[in-house]
């Protein structure tokens, strides 16, 4: 017996789906408008200089359905590129980047009329940092410092935070 298609629209969102008897299978069409078609999704962002803690933290992120990473960039100017031109929700920040400290990228991100979460990842041990003085902005929400290396449990520890607080928003 073969397989029959449909089409339907699904809160808004064209989707197509497969059937067979009492079988069916239900594909959305996604295409990119700029905004946010699920506001259960964050936007993230990953400012780190080093290759290889890009690729954890990008194979972390596609291991949480919540989240989408938007762009990686190694440098502060980058990022606030990125931060001025995308919807972005998250920022994984390295406060030790090759030629400036991460944090610099905080009182320029203050500026921006948007609320960012922040998950500091670092080599550094936490201490070294005043996360009360260096966060203290209205639009920008500490979450978690992360120091390098960092499982994949602390990582989800740290996007279960967010992701509550999320929800007491809503």
């Not at 408008?33 to 936007?43: A, R, S, V």
């Not at 929700?89 to 500026?111: N, R, S, Y």
Request: hydrophobic share 45%.
């Amino acid at each position: 017996m073969g397989w029959s298609t449909f089409f339907f629209m699904d809160s808004g969102i064209p989707s197509f789906g497969l059937y067979q008897q009492n079988k069916a299978f239900f594909l959305k069409i996604w295409w990119d408008t700029g905004y946010k078609m699920d506001k259960n999704i964050l936007f993230c962002l990953v400012v780190e200089d080093e290759p290889l803690a890009q690729q954890i933290l990008e194979k972390y992120l596609e291991c949480i359905e919540e989240l989408q990473l938007v762009a990686k960039c190694e440098t502060i100017e980058e990022a606030l590129m990125t931060l001025q031109s995308e919807q972005i929700d998250v920022v994984f920040l390295d406060i030790q980047l090759e030629a400036t400290l991460g944090t610099e990228i905080i009182g320029k991100m203050k500026q921006l009329s948007r609320r960012y979460y922040i998950v500091v990842t670092s080599a550094r041990p936490a201490e070294s940092l005043d996360t009360r003085k260096i966060f203290n902005q209205k639009n920008i929400i500490f979450v978690d410092y992360l120091t390098k290396p960092f499982s994949f449990d602390r990582f989800h520890a740290a996007i279960r935070k967010i992701l509550t607080q999320e929800m007491s928003n809503e």
